[in-house]
């Protein structure tokens, strides 16, 4: 069964201080990680896809970065509009399209 | 601009009524799939499709149900809405091949009374 692990549950940084999330997973073959934002009271939005361990991906002020078993998200000098819910999932190399979502890190940048 | 809709997007019901919730893509893409999204719990799997007239169940079917007519839609029906099915639900969407991710509509916040 495909496991997904987020951590912390939630994250209070100060504007500027850089930090990381974590997502821990277990699959059988991984075909791709996904990173998501989820505002309050809309649907998750897409960042990132990872393929394979060494990748990473940039945008902005998060890079991604994918290993054999966990991903992180660093953020660099956050700022006060990167305040959000981080979701980490992963689709399994089965042909099965469907993701397994983690719980996701709440992240909270204060000016 | 495509985009996927989700209606409505807020619904108060009483226990044992039967309850659809609308989803509707523009983006042509051939995978459909609900989720429900609680405290605790993340995202779940309720059902999934692959194209028309195909529908799989996901980890959490119980009491749900939805068929594929069209490419663009994929409903969620909710045979006898039952408290514990109190929830925000997701449609998402996603391309069969080269890039997987999925795209998710806006919710709906279901209340079972």
């Known amino acids: 069964e495909d496991q997904v692990t987020q951590s912390p549950e939630a994250l209070r940084l100060q504007e500027g201080e850089s930090s990381s999330l974590n997502c821990s997973y277990t699959?059988?073959?991984?075909?791709?990680l996904f990173w998501y934002r989820q505002d309050p009271g809309k649907g998750p939005e897409f960042l990132f896809t990872?393929?394979?361990a060494g990748e990473e991906k940039e945008k902005e002020r998060l890079k991604a970065t994918l290993t054999k078993k966990e991903s992180f998200l660093h953020i660099t000098a956050p700022k006060p509009e990167d305040s959000a819910t981080y979701l980490c999932?992963?689709?399994?190399?089965?042909?099965?399209?469907?993701?397994?979502f983690g719980s996701g890190t709440r992240l909270q940048v204060q000016p | 601009d495509a985009e996927i809709t989700q209606s409505p997007r807020h619904k108060i019901t009483e226990t044992g009524r039967q309850v659809t919730l609308a989803c509707h893509q523009t983006?042509?893409?051939?995978?459909m799939f609900w989720y429900r999204q609680d405290l605790g719990h993340g995202l779940r799997l309720i059902h999934y499709?692959?194209?028309?007239?195909?529908?799989n169940k996901g980890e959490v079917s119980d009491g749900y149900s939805v068929s594929r007519s069209n490419t663009e839609d994929l409903p969620l029906t909710l045979e006898s809405a039952a408290s514990s099915q109190t929830s925000v639900y997701f449609c998402?969407?996603?391309?069969?091949?080269?890039?997987?991710?999925?795209?998710f509509g806006p919710g709906t916040r279901l209340t079972v009374t």
């Open positions: 699959v059988s073959g991984l075909r791709g």
């Open positions: 499709s692959y194209g028309v007239q195909d529908t």
């Open positions: 999932a992963v689709q399994a190399d089965t042909g099965r399209r469907a993701l397994t």
């Open positions: 983006w042509n893409h051939n995978n």
């Open positions: 998402a969407s996603s391309a069969d091949r080269e890039r997987y991710e999925q795209y």
């Open positions: 990872l393929y394979s």
